[in-house]
Structure formats: structure tokens, C-alpha cells
């Protein structure tokens, strides 16, 4: 009922920046959040960034100060400003979406994109 398509993912070297897009599509009215996911081999996925319906945004202690979650209504699309990158960073970026209430599973996912900070 919600299909999420990620783009933007690449090589970048570290102190660069990036920008990743989710473009959504569908039943959008039963979503209650957004966000971003990344997991990197060996490790757990992790929340990155997110965002409510009402605009309220909560970041990864890592990444807080370096990326920036928005939204653009008109296009159903979201956005994760990647800046001052470093090679940990390294990961698939995984576009998700919520239906319930905070602390519930993130129910709706993108296919990913990968992200890749080295020299």
C-alpha cells in the first residue's frame, strides 16, 4: 500500500557531503513517520534520522549536527542531508515509514542505497 524508492546513494571522500531522496507513492495518508535507517556490515540497523507528520525531527546521537532530515509534501518525497561524512558512515541507507505509534516497528521500506565514504 506504500512503496518507498531511495536515490542520491555513492562514493564520497570524508569531509564531503551527500544528499539522499525518498520519493513515496500510495496509501501515504496511513503514514505516521518517516525515516532514515543505515546498516553497515557486522552491525545492527540503526535509526539515522527521522520525522513526524507534524514536522518534529530526532537523530542519531552519531550523526546529530552533520545530517538534516526534511520533508517536501508537494513531491511525497524525503530528504537526509549528509555532511562532514566520515568512512563510518559507511552503509545501505534504508528509506522507512511508520504507521504506528512511536516506539512501534517502522512497517514500510525501501529497496536502499548504498553509501560509501572512503579515499
Known amino acids: 500500500q506504500v512503496q518507498l524508492v531511495e536515490s542520491g546513494g555513492g562514493l564520497v571522500q570524508p569531509g564531503g557531503s551527500l544528499r539522499l531522496s525518498c520519493a513515496a507513492s500510495?496509501?501515504?495518508?496511513?503514514?505516521?513517520?518517516m525515516g532514515w535507517h543505515r546498516q553497515a556490515p557486522g552491525k545492527q540497523r540503526e535509526l539515522v534520522a527521522g520525522?513526524?507528520?507534524?514536522?518534529?525531527?530526532n537523530y542519531a546521537g552519531s550523526v546529530k549536527g552533520r545530517f538534516t532530515i526534511s520533508r517536501d509534501n508537494a513531491k511525497n518525497t524525503v530528504y537526509l542531508q549528509m555532511n562532514s561524512l566520515k568512512p563510518e558512515d559507511t552503509a545501505v541507507y534504508y528509506c522507512?515509514?511508520?504507521?504506528?505509534?512511536?516506539?512501534?516497528?517502522?512497517?514500510?521500506w525501501g529497496q536502499g542505497t548504498q553509501v560509501t565514504v572512503s579515499s
Open positions: 520525522i513526524t507528520g507534524g514536522g518534529s525531527t
Open positions: 522507512a515509514a511508520r504507521s504506528g505509534v512511536v516506539g512501534t516497528p517502522y512497517d514500510y
Open positions: 500510495g496509501s501515504f495518508f496511513r503514514i505516521n513517520a
